[in-house]
């Protein structure tokens, strides 16, 4: 099977006026006309599953999909401020013409800056053409806050709120270009997303049916893999894979939101990364390897990167006070405690070394439990992750092999998105 990595040009943006209040009628707001870019023939569509494995996942096409530009008004991290995002709709089409469902989608960590997902080239977007829209599902993905074609100055990541805005503004952007398209929508409305996008998805969906619950029929949720419990991640006393990527990536992101995290940058971050640590992500021109391999940031084992980059003190502030700023913007940005109207997947793998699930997936269906909520499955895909990727069936256990190294390196990026995706596919398959 060919990796479907998660990597995680840009145009000036129109900036609009708030005109207040979070329903503004602005939000969604098409900004451009939509732009069908390509149509993926079904044909087209099972020869890339087939060649990269996919298939017997995704299944063989049902319909041809267009692949559809977006750009969009939507809201900023603070409040009053309004601005753009772009993204992409999948569109069913061809021998499709059945009212679809439209699937709200939620993209992982990303740290190029120029990257849309409305590229027919993109391997994210042909995942969600060949696991969706193929299948008769219209699809909507934001760029998020910051990237491609959005004029935002930064991207605030794992921000709840603005995540939230940013997939909801997709909705309606998705509805307001339909007609253009020719996309005939049901009305359904389904959210999902992986790893960052998990953490988006669920706070996406907790905010469609906690503030807009007559504007949106919401059937069901699916958030893979995603970083539920933030707070609780900063008590691990050891660094998941890939903290010299996504922790300062947070740290600086609530900094901008917040103002506090921190009152000099150096306080959390060693030189020489803290003189440009606050402006590196996300990057106008390198990618996760170019940024290691550059030497901007540090390489090594988790915990050895992690040391190399942050101050001592304020990592241990972070992993044993209740009262240090990073832990308090965390808890504004945990997704615990709300109760879902529809249904739930919870999915992910229990090897996943970057969203551990014994601290998110697991701690966050705890949660549910612990309310009586009965409406959220929880779902580990493991299992068919070593028997697919594994040496002889099983995952390799020699920390110093090169295997292991490749195994737990492709882990959360390559080989654990389809699996859940499957899995979110058969739940929506009973509400579409």
């Known amino acids: 099977m060919t990796y479907f990595r998660l990597t995680c040009v840009a145009a000036a943006a129109v900036l609009l006026v708030a005109c207040g209040g979070s329903d503004d ?3 969604g707001a098409l900004i451009d006309p939509p732009a069908v870019l390509a149509t993926l023939t079904a044909a087209q569509i099972d020869a890339g599953t087939a060649s990269s494995g996919l298939q017997p996942i995704s299944g063989k096409a049902k319909c041809d999909v267009k692949v559809v530009s977006l750009n969009y008004a939507t809201a900023g991290a603070k409040g009053g401020e309004m601005t753009n995002a772009s993204g992409v709709m999948l569109v069913p089409a061809g021998s499709c013409t059945t009212a679809a469902p439209l699937l709200a989608y939620a993209k992982g960590t990303d740290v190029q800056k120029p990257r849309t997902l409305a590229n027919p080239q993109d391997s994210e977007t042909f995942l969600l053409a060949a696991m969706y829209a193929a299948q008769g599902y219209a699809v909507v993905a934001t760029d998020y806050l910051g990237f491609a074609k959005s004029g935002y100055s930064y991207h605030p990541y794992l921000h709840a709120d603005s995540e939230a805005t940013s997939v909801i503004d997709s909705v309606r952007a998705a509805r307001n270009a339909a007609g253009t398209v020719g996309a005939n929508l049901s009305g359904k409305v389904m959210f999902t997303g992986y790893s960052q996008g998990g953490h988006s998805s669920m706070a996406a969906q907790r905010s469609a049916e906690r503030d807009y619950g007559s504007e949106f029929n919401v059937v069901a949720g699916a958030h893979l893999a995603g970083p ?5 991640s900063l008590r691990i006393p050891d660094a998941i894979a890939g903290v010299q990527f996504f922790v300062p990536y947070l740290v600086t992101a609530w900094q901008k939101v917040y103002g506090d995290v921190y009152t000099d940058v150096k ?12 402006t590196l992500l996300p990057n106008p021109t390198m990618n996760y ?17 992690r040391d190399a980059l942050f101050q001592p003190d304020f990592i241990k502030g972070s992993q044993t006070s209740t009262t240090h700023p990073l832990y308090l ?12 109207k529809a249904r739930v997947l919870l999915c992910g793998g229990a090897g996943d070394p970057t969203v551990p699930p014994s601290i998110h997936q697991q701690v966050m269906k705890a949660d549910f439990d612990s309310r009586g909520v009965t409406n959220v499955a929880s779902v ?10 594994g040496t002889g069936g099983k995952a390799p256990t020699d920390p110093a092999s090169a295997a292991f190294a490749t ?16 899995q979110a596919r058969a739940v929506f398959d009973t509400v579409k």
């Open 25 to 27: 009628p602005a939000r």
């Open 329 to 340: 913007a965390a808890k504004k940005n945990d997704l615990l405690g709300w109760t879902p």
């Open 267 to 278: 306080q959390v971050f060693k030189a020489p990364y803290s003189g440009y640590i606050e």
């Open 380 to 389: 580990d895909v493991d299992a068919a992750i070593q028997a697919t990727f």
């Open 407 to 422: 195994y737990y390196g492709s882990y959360h990026g390559t080989y654990e998105p389809p699996f859940c995706h499957a």
């Open 289 to 305: 390897t170019t940024l290691v391999t550059s030497g901007t940031l540090p390489a090594g084992t988790p915990n050895q990167a």
């Open 228 to 232: 539920y419990n933030l707070s609780g």
